[in-house]
């Protein structure tokens, strides 16, 4: 089975070290400000000329209340009236970018992140997607995947309602743990009826796909009281499950400095919590996808990686890395072709770059043929867990064995050790390496030599 996983203690410890979630190869850390504007023009043409359908991101940052562990990119306000003037600067993004591109290029995917989404009012919320529907072509019939990400303090069934209307199927749960004392050492009190209520909408509304985020090693957490967490969420039966890992770095994030760090568990405690996770999502059908990732055999992710289709992007896991990804928004990261780019993610920037008619585009990379070689080959291994040499070596007109000749004695090291079975074809990554995935795609990434290791989570 491609889900099967062997817990193995000694390997976890050699090799759960800090690295890139490759959601991008390069990764973002690799990002200059030589990336401008002129490009990401340059690649929506290409876009454009090769009818390449689309994938859309749209950033919404406000929050009404801060959760210290969060990393993302954020505006902690109570100030509802603040999303008026950034909508503004969104709609006038929208508006540049989709005259790049052909109106008939089909937006196969569309997802909302922050921040909360929802903090938007319904009006706003209905003018935004209008906005979308006017200048990108977005499907009516049902048949994308449009998801967004949903606070259950900040939505309720009318709010469920008037997203269902709107278009989106698919909504990601953020959760992170039920335990009361966890919450409020986190600050982020939500009951599970809240829960519940949104996931109970959802289901009789008809949306097609509901995930649910989870977070082990937060302040608090113990195996015991995360294992009911896991069993509750359970009960719920959501079709996909993010188990992720808390990363705690104060020195770069800084509600993170309003966690005590003699709360947070010790790690052989963190190690358990995953141990027991797995187990007890394996126990209720849930596949092993990878990466933190669980879903049941019959959702998409779960098949695409069964027929070899599944991909990575900043997305996550997607069925949908054949298309191009417009960022729109603070902070959001596009991959267009060959190109990323980021907008800024100062919000003041970003709405001043749009005032002044320009873009927000703030840094970025185009892939050189070495960037390529080496994505193909992380894709391939952070996806399905196999790397068959001749693939490579056709699409890239290499030698593979010549061509990383230096990294071979690490890999002979990590088949050793019972991480990987290697051999002249192929790379086949064992039950026992599958949660350390991470650990062989770093042996192929040409930049993390030079980077700085502390601004990366550890894999497990």
């Not at 992720?244 to 993170?256: D, G, T, V």
């Amino acid at each position: 089975m491609l889900d099967a996983i062997r817990w193995d203690t000694d390997l976890i410890r050699r090799y759960d070290l800090a690295g890139p979630r490759y959601t991008s190869y390069p990764t973002a850390v690799q990002f200059d400000s030589q990336v401008g504007t002129f490009d990401l023009f340059h690649a929506l043409r290409d876009s454009r000329k090769a009818l390449r359908p689309l994938s859309l991101y749209v950033h919404v940052p406000f929050c009404a209340n801060i959760c210290y562990y969060c990393a993302c990119n954020k505006v902690i306000t109570k100030d509802r009236g603040r999303a008026q003037p950034y909508l503004q600067r969104l709609e006038q993004e929208i508006q540049l970018i989709a005259c790049h591109l052909d109106p008939t290029q089909k937006v196969e995917q569309l997802h909302f992140g922050g921040g909360t989404p929802t903090f938007l009012s319904h009006d706003e919320l209905r003018q935004l997607m209008a906005q979308l529907r006017k200048h990108f072509n977005l499907m009516d019939d049902d048949s994308g995947d449009y998801g967004i990400e949903i606070d259950p303090r900040e939505a309720d069934w009318s709010t469920m309602g008037l997203l269902r209307e709107l278009g989106f199927n698919r909504v990601s749960i953020g959760v992170q743990d039920l335990d009361p004392a966890v919450q409020r050492a986190v600050n982020r009190l939500q009951s599970l009826e809240e829960t519940r209520a949104v996931i109970d909408a959802a289901r009789t509304l008809q949306f097609r796909s509901i995930n649910i985020d989870l977070i082990y090693g937060l302040p608090k957490q113990t195996p015991e009281n995360f294992a009911r967490t896991v069993d509750e969420v359970i009960s719920l039966q959501p079709d996909r499950l993010s188990v992720f890992n808390y990363a705690h770095l104060p020195e770069r994030f800084m509600p993170q400095r309003r966690i005590n760090g003699n709360d947070l568990p010790a790690p052989a405690q963190k190690l358990e919590m995953l141990q027991r996770t797995i187990e007890q999502l394996t126990a209720a059908g849930y596949r092993y996808i990878g990466m933190d990732h669980f879903a049941l055999p019959d959702d998409d992710l779960a098949i695409a990686q069964e027929e070899s289709t599944l991909q990575r992007n900043f997305q996550g896991y997607t069925t949908h890395g054949h298309c191009d990804l417009i960022g729109l928004g603070v902070s959001a990261i596009s991959q267009i072709g060959d190109l990323y780019c980021q907008n800024s993610s100062d919000l003041n920037q970003y709405q001043n770059a749009l005032a002044s008619a320009q873009l927000a585009t703030s840094r970025g990379l185009i892939c050189t043929a070495d960037d390529r070689l080496r994505r193909a080959v992380i894709q391939q291994l952070i996806c399905h867990f196999s790397l068959e040499f001749l693939e490579i070596e056709r699409v890239f007109n290499i030698d593979f064995r010549g061509y990383f000749a230096e990294l071979w004695p690490q890999l002979l090291d990590m088949a050793e050790d019972g991480l990987i079975e290697l051999d002249n074809e192929r790379i086949t990554v064992q039950p026992a390496g599958r949660l350390l995935v991470r650990s062989v795609c770093m042996v192929f990434d040409a930049y993390l030599e030079h980077t700085n290791r502390q601004r990366f989570s550890r894999v497990i």
